[in-house]
């Protein structure tokens, strides 16, 4: 696996196989790998000829009173787990090459990034769109992975990329879990070991909503409450929010007629969580 440093070298290392037929899949990542991201890989492995995957913890993305500084960075662990995955290049650049000095220019998608996270992190989206749009333009894949897990997020770059014609086809993986249910995340190695009891209420809660649901109910608001109850039993977690939302324009609905997207986020301790679930008859959980 080729470590990339800068853009010029990144660009130069993909000048081949961009001049090519070969496919290129892209993985995006800010480090702290686990099961979830390599899954990812094995997709863009899956599917495309030359895998990239960049790891960039995006400071842009970060409000002024988050984890920036202290989100976990575990690169040379990271590196050897690409390897081992067979990730053919890595994109790892500074922040001063991402964001030149003066840099003012930014990517917004208007309405569908004031909601959900967006609500409760203004800027949040404005970062991530941002900083994926450079990617994009930097390595210019043909294929890029996301998981499920941030739903939100690929709703809002899956429009990005059709708002600006990005020549790149979103590809959106199923959460990875834990055996007990938590959806993996970076953020989890934050929790002690009663915390991540805690955290466990997030899934628990989930699955409540998908078995109200497959048993009939479709009024979101019943729905919600439903999950509410569960999340308000645990007293080591508080609720940021749980909506019922289209998937695709994360407006919330009424009723669940098509498909829906229940999407949670709570704190346990001073971790922010997230988690989801897709309601849709006959679709399993996850």
């Not at 993985?27 to 599917?47: D, F, I, N, P, Y």
């Not at 690409?82 to 991402?98: H, W």
């Not at 043909?142 to 590809?171: E, S, T, W």
Request: charged share 25%; hydrophobic share 45%.
């Amino acid at each position: 696996m080729k470590i990339c440093n800068s853009v010029e070298e990144m660009r130069a290392a993909l000048r081949h196989a961009k001049g090519s037929t070969q496919r290129i899949g892209f993985v995006a990542t800010m480090g702290a790998l686990h099961e979830g991201h390599l899954s990812l890989v094995r997709a863009a492995k899956a599917q495309a000829d030359v895998v990239v995957a960049s790891i960039f913890v995006n400071p842009t993305q970060f409000g002024p009173n988050e984890d920036f500084s202290r989100y976990p960075r575990t690169f040379e662990s990271d590196c050897q787990m690409l390897n081992q995955e067979g990730v053919d290049l890595l994109f790892a650049p500074s922040v001063e090459d991402m964001y030149p000095t003066g840099a003012v220019t930014y990517v917004t998608v208007e309405d569908l990034s004031e909601r959900l996270c967006g609500k409760s992190r203004p800027g949040h989206f404005r970062g991530v769109t941002t900083v994926v749009s450079k990617l994009f333009n930097i390595i210019g894949p043909d294929l890029a992975f996301f998981g499920q897990k941030d739903a939100a997020q690929a709703a809002i770059i899956r429009r990005m990329v059709r708002d600006l014609n990005f020549p790149v086809k979103v590809v959106v993986s199923p959460i990875v879990r834990e055996p007990d249910g938590l959806a993996m995340s970076s953020r989890n190695a934050y929790l002690d070991a009663g915390q991540r009891k805690s955290a466990l209420v997030l899934s628990r809660a989930l699955s409540r909503v998908k078995a109200a649901f497959d048993k009939g109910e479709q009024t979101a608001a019943k729905l919600i409450d439903v999950g509410i109850r569960v999340l308000k039993s645990e007293p080591g977690a508080q609720l940021d929010y749980l909506e019922i939302v289209d998937p695709e324009t994360l407006e919330p609905v009424e009723f669940v007629r098509g498909s829906a997207l229940v999407a949670v986020a709570a704190f346990v301790g001073t971790t922010r969580l997230i988690d989801n679930v897709v309601l849709q008859k006959g679709l399993a959980h996850g």
